[in-house]
């Protein structure tokens, strides 16, 4: 079992940066797959970014490349999105997620991921 905190949302202006964190309990967080998701309103859940679990390799929604960074340390068991130059279109809720058996063939897929925070806003004004 791991309980996942997702924290560090917020309003920020176009152009600006936030940076996510996703606490996870338990001691088993260095063998889980890592995710990030998102959701707005009226809009169906969509990956963000994935991190193999000693980190070796990361994915990254082509929205998003090249201005979203995942990271992870084991030792605070804690995941992290680095988020620059937001946009309008990424305002959205932020889910954190983890799968302890997920492969990269389905790494980008929501509905294989067995835990879920609960969510954090980020809001990007234009």
């Known amino acids: 079992q791991v309980q996942l905190v997702e924290s560090g949302g917020g309003l920020v202006q176009v152009g600006g940066s936030l940076r996510l964190s996703c606490a996870a309990s338990g001691r088993t967080f260095s063998t889980n797959v890592m995710g990030w998701f998102r959701q707005a309103p009226g809009k169906e859940r969509e990956f963000v970014a994935a991190i193999t679990r000693i980190g070796g390799s990361s994915y990254y929604a082509d929205s998003v490349k090249g201005r979203f960074t995942i990271s992870r340390d084991n030792a605070k068991n804690t995941m992290y999105l680095e988020m620059n130059n937001l946009k309008p279109e990424d305002t959205a809720v932020y889910y954190c997620?983890?799968?302890?058996?997920?492969?990269?063939?389905?790494?980008?897929?929501?509905?294989?991921?067995?835990?879920w925070g609960q969510g954090t806003q980020v809001t990007v004004s234009s």
């Open positions: 997620a983890a799968n302890p058996t997920i492969t990269e063939a389905t790494i980008r897929v929501h509905t294989r991921y067995n835990y």
